[in-house]
């Protein structure tokens, strides 16, 4: 039989004092320990939080890999039962206390499926429901709109992705620090011993970096997996070697089939930063009701910096589009201006001007194009010793905005700095970076990065921007285009605009071994050396104003 506790409303105030929310208005009983079926014989496992109330709001389902206890107990459950709504927080397949295996995304669009079909038949169930979560859990929304049942009413999803194909390989290259080491965390995440997974997490960074320094990559992460994460060799090969796996991971049909209010939080430096974006441009044009909210925040951020606007947020669309009732009106984009505020826009992203800088020798960024003789700047990427991983979109403790001043000292890096800006500088959207590129290698990658450099000469990170360039495109200088990372940011008057090229990013961005070889089973390594031609090489800037209207 479940086991039923009583959540504190002490406990609940608190939290809302913390995050300035309004208040509980119910106490929360939560019955643990629920088993749902599943078409094939396993049985998931859930909790219930039921509000103290003869008239409940609605019913919230949230489906998760990591555990029913806090953080995601009081992030997803009691807060929102304790405002009236009943909410079914499970563990998916294989996750502490569900039967089968957990192999990632894979049997969320059945499970999914299987779990309102039983939510259905609870004496309990208000007979409607919304969905929310982040990371993973945005990824069982998706999954669950697939085939969206008629009871949903309202999703609300998080730095969630649709795609995991795009999230591991979309631009040619595995990105090896976040997967190898979401793979080792949640190997180890049910092992006993709260002291010992922190001790973990604190030292995983550096394990992560051993193991991808190493060749083959395929057996260097096996061996730090050890008999975990079986989904490892999987992932780690090419999606065309295997694309009937690589399918049963990407539910973007989802953005095709559902109708119902869709709320999108995001982060600037969050690594599923463009598949929040492309969610919203999908919905609205679409005419779906949609919103987005993107803060100044790394993928982990979201839960602490952001828990507030996220949870404010995410009560106001639950009142309005589960509980029906009546809510002050929001924009439908939010977004912060990094080192400026937040700023409320009809769409995104918003109407701007072009603003062109060139690439220049010795080091420039000018407003007018080098001239015809300009020589060339080179730099060789050695997969021996790969240009370093600083800051960005990762799933790291390390990612985000961070003091990059370094990666301009190395040898293995171009970098381009304008003169002193006169004023603020507001770039709103994506930044698009053309190089009149070539290598000596055909086997090669190109990494690019928006910094800004302050008075004192410091940098950090803004946009970046990476392509595994195709065999046989760089043998000769050829126009290379990447549309660098979305922002909105600030540059203050007085700062310099950076651009910084260089052939990888690594372990954000598995090396490129520059032999041709595949990535798990390579060992052999070749250098590359690029050559960075002026008269064609640009950065173009999407630049607003101060009240990014």
């Not at 939510?119 to 945005?138: E, I």
């Not at 999954?143 to 008629?150: G, K, R």
Request: hydrophobic residues 40%; charged residues 20%.
């Amino acid at each position: 039989m479940p086991s039923r506790t009583t959540a504190s409303r002490f406990a609940s105030k608190s939290l809302a004092r913390l995050l300035t929310v309004p208040p509980p208005t119910s106490d929360v009983t939560v019955e643990r320990g629920l088993r749902v079926p599943m078409r094939d014989g396993v049985e998931l496992v859930a909790d219930h939080f039921v509000p103290d109330t003869p008239s409940p709001a609605g019913t919230i389902l949230v489906r998760a890999p990591y555990g029913r206890r806090f953080p995601f107990s009081a992030l997803y459950g009691s807060v929102y039962a304790a405002r009236g709504y009943h909410v079914v927080f499970q563990s998916v397949r294989g996750t502490f206390g569900s039967g089968g295996d957990f192999m990632p995304m894979v049997h969320e669009v059945e499970d999914g499926a299987d779990t309102v079909a039983w939510l259905r038949d609870q004496p309990w169930f208000t007979g409607s429901f919304a969905t929310m979560g982040l990371s993973y859990l945005g990824f069982t929304q998706w999954a669950l709109m697939m085939d969206p049942p008629p009871e949903l009413k309202a999703a609300i999803v998080c730095v969630g992705p649709h795609d995991f194909s795009t999230a591991t390989w979309g631009t040619g290259a595995f990105t090896v620090n976040d997967f190898l080491g979401w793979s080792d965390m949640v190997s180890h995440q049910e092992e006993p011993g709260r002291a010992k997974m922190l001790l973990r997490q604190a030292r995983s960074n550096a394990v992560i970096r051993r193991a991808a320094d190493e060749a083959p990559l395929g057996a260097s992460g096996r061996t730090l997996l050890a008999t975990g994460a079986p989904w490892w060799e999987s992932w780690i090969a090419e999606p065309e070697r295997d694309p009937v796996f690589w399918d049963r991971v990407r539910v973007g049909a989802a953005l095709d089939r559902v109708e119902v209010p869709v709320l999108l939080i995001g982060g600037w430096q969050d690594l599923f930063l463009e598949q929040t974006l492309q969610q919203y441009a999908h919905l609205r044009d679409r005419g779906v009701p949609t919103a987005l909210t993107v803060g100044s925040w790394t993928h982990s951020q979201v839960m602490t910096k952001g828990a507030p606007t996220v949870l404010r947020e995410s009560l106001q669309w639950l009142d309005e589009h589960l509980a029906g009732r009546t809510v002050p009106p929001r924009a439908r984009v939010r977004v912060d201006v990094h080192r400026s505020g937040w700023r409320e826009l009809p769409d995104w992203p918003p109407a701007t001007a072009e603003h062109t800088l060139y690439l220049q020798p010795a080091h420039r960024l000018s407003d007018v194009p080098a001239g015809a003789d300009a020589p060339a700047t080179r730099f060789t990427f050695d997969p021996a010793d790969p240009t370093p991983t600083v800051g960005g979109r990762l799933l790291s403790p390390q990612g985000g905005y961070r003091d990059d001043s370094s990666l301009a000292l190395r040898g293995d890096v171009a970098d381009f700095t304008g003169e002193p800006l006169p004023e603020d500088l507001y770039v709103l959207g994506t930044p698009v970076v053309e190089l009149e590129h070539g290598s000596d290698n055909p086997h090669c990658d190109v990494f690019v990065r928006l910094s800004e450099v302050d008075r004192n000469g410091v940098s950090h990170n803004v946009s970046d921007g990476f392509r595994r360039l195709a065999p046989g495109t760089t043998d000769s200088p050829k126009i290379v285009r990447l549309e660098l990372d979305a922002i909105a940011h600030r540059f203050s008057a007085g700062s310099r605009v950076r651009v910084l090229v260089a052939g990888g990013s690594h372990p954000r961005f598995v090396r490129n071994l520059g032999t041709g070889e595949p990535v798990d089973t390579g060992t052999r390594m070749q250098p590359a050396t690029h050559e960075i031609h002026h008269g064609k090489s640009k950065v173009v800037l999407p630049v607003g104003n101060s009240s990014t209207d």
